[in-house]
């Protein structure tokens, strides 16, 4: 079920499915969807500060009934807020929106923070620095980044105290990142896929449809299930109620090697956000 978990290299339990909230307008949309996702199961949510819908989150998060220890809620430092007292800051101000008093996971958001900074490998460094700090703190239960190739995650470790548990990274069917998940496993770290249905562009897949039909199930249900059984952790997003239970019904059957091969290599446009160029 969604209350599966994977485990994090420091031993945190960590739901298996994270519910998504990127573009989820604030207010009474986001309460609702949030709230939806829990009592559909999920025990997993997925924000930033750059979303703008913490409050909202924060508020469903105290109205859906399900105690707050139950609940993995991550959170990520924008790219404007990296650096060490910054960082701290951001930390701050995510908490007070969220009205929490610690997150679960915290990321940093991008691995290229700034416009006309080409010294990225400092301020990631500097960043992970507070990063460390809150985790010594008990303020976040685990750290990690997001959006970091091997490259990028080489540069930070040469530094770093501790190792980040997560990455979260653009990950679908026709873009499986080989690279990043073998270098990411081979160093004990989660990756969690963000765009886990390419962001919609997989609902024009043919070949998907027939696939699902013979499961009887969705083309989401087997992409999420492709996810799980890579070991990956997917964050699938809607605000549609049905979609949201349907996003969530994944326990029921197997995908073949065959098949999960088949998905792999389905063709699909990646969202076009490349890390190594990503500056904002
Ligand atoms: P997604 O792959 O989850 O796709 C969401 C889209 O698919 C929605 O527009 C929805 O209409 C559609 N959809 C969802 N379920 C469906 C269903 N059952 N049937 C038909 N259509 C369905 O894309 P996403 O929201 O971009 O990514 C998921 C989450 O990952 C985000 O919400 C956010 O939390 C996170 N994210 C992180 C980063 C990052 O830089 N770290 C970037 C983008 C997203």
Redesign the pocket.
């Known amino acids: 079920s969604l209350k599966d978990t994977f485990t994090l290299s420091n031993g945190v339990q960590i739901p298996c499915v994270g519910f998504?909230?990127?573009?989820t307008p604030d207010g009474e949309t986001a309460v609702s969807s949030v709230i939806e996702a829990v009592h559909a199961g999920y025990r997993h949510i997925?924000?930033a500060a750059v979303y703008g819908n913490e409050k909202s989150v924060g508020k469903a998060i105290r109205k859906c009934g399900t105690d707050r220890k139950e609940l993995f809620i991550t959170s990520?430092v924008w790219n404007s807020a990296q650096g060490y007292e910054t960082t701290l800051h951001a930390f701050d101000k995510t908490l007070s929106d969220l009205e929490l008093d610690y997150l679960d996971l915290y990321l940093i958001?991008?691995p290229i923070p700034r416009k006309h900074d080409d010294d990225w490998q400092q301020l990631n460094r500097e960043t992970w620095r507070a990063m460390e700090k809150l985790y010594r703190e008990g303020r976040v239960r685990a750290i990690g980044v997001?959006?970091f190739k091997p490259r990028h995650l080489d540069a930070l470790l040469e530094k770093a105290d501790i190792a980040p548990m997560v990455d979260?990274i653009?990950l679908?069917p026709g873009m499986p990142q080989d690279e990043t998940v073998e270098y990411c496993r081979a160093r004990d770290i989660l990756v969690e896929a963000?765009?886990?249905?390419?962001?919609?562009r997989l609902?024009e897949s043919v070949e998907l449809d027939v696939l699902a039909a013979k499961h009887r199930k969705?083309v989401?249900q087997i992409v999420l299930r492709w996810h799980l059984q890579r070991g990956i952790l997917p964050?699938?997003?809607?605000i549609t109620p049905s979609?949201i239970v349907?996003?969530a019904q994944l326990f029921d059957f197997e995908l073949s090697p065959q098949e999960m091969n088949f998905i792999t290599h389905i063709k699909c446009e990646s969202s076009g956000l490349d890390p190594d160029t990503f500056r904002m």
């Open positions: 998504g909230t990127y573009l997925d924000t990520k958001h991008w997001s959006n979260q653009e679908h963000w765009g886990p249905l390419a962001q919609g609902f969705s989401s964050l699938p997003k809607s979609r349907e996003n």
